[in-house]
């Protein structure tokens, strides 16, 4: 059974800083994950894709609006990712996710999500 743990969420001013991490764990073995991401949801809107990176070369991809501003890496001998949230904005306000693609276990291949851990960015 895969899991995934998301931490580091909260209240922040504008023009401030969190970091949010996620562990992928498993009851058995994990082999591999192909990729990783994170995605948030503002009340109201769709789920958008914040940023992504895949496990053999640590390819990254972002949403334009946080480019420059978030970071997102990972540790692979630790199936966890991080995303560096930097100069936050009140539009970044949302509940994050977190996401894993083609988890390899002993059990099988999934794709599976976080809860989610809210982000608030106000004054």
């Known amino acids: 059974q895969v899991k995934m743990v998301e931490s580091g969420g909260g209240l922040v001013q504008p023009g401030g800083s969190l970091r949010l991490s996620c562990t992928c764990a498993a009851s058995g073995i994990i082999f591999s994950i192909s990729s990783m991401g994170w995605y948030r949801q503002a009340p109201e809107k769709e789920r958008e894709l914040v940023a992504t990176i895949t496990s053999r070369d640590s390819v990254t991809n972002y949403l334009d609006s946080v480019k420059d501003r978030f970071t997102i890496s990972r540790d692979n001998a630790k199936n966890t990712m991080y995303l560096q949230m930097n100069n936050l904005k009140p539009e970044d306000t949302a509940v994050y996710f977190c996401?894993?693609?083609?988890?390899?276990?002993?059990?099988?291949?999934?794709?599976?999500w976080g809860q989610g851990t809210q982000v608030t960015v106000s004054s």
């Open positions: 996401n894993a693609v083609r988890v390899w276990t002993n059990t099988g291949i999934g794709d599976y």
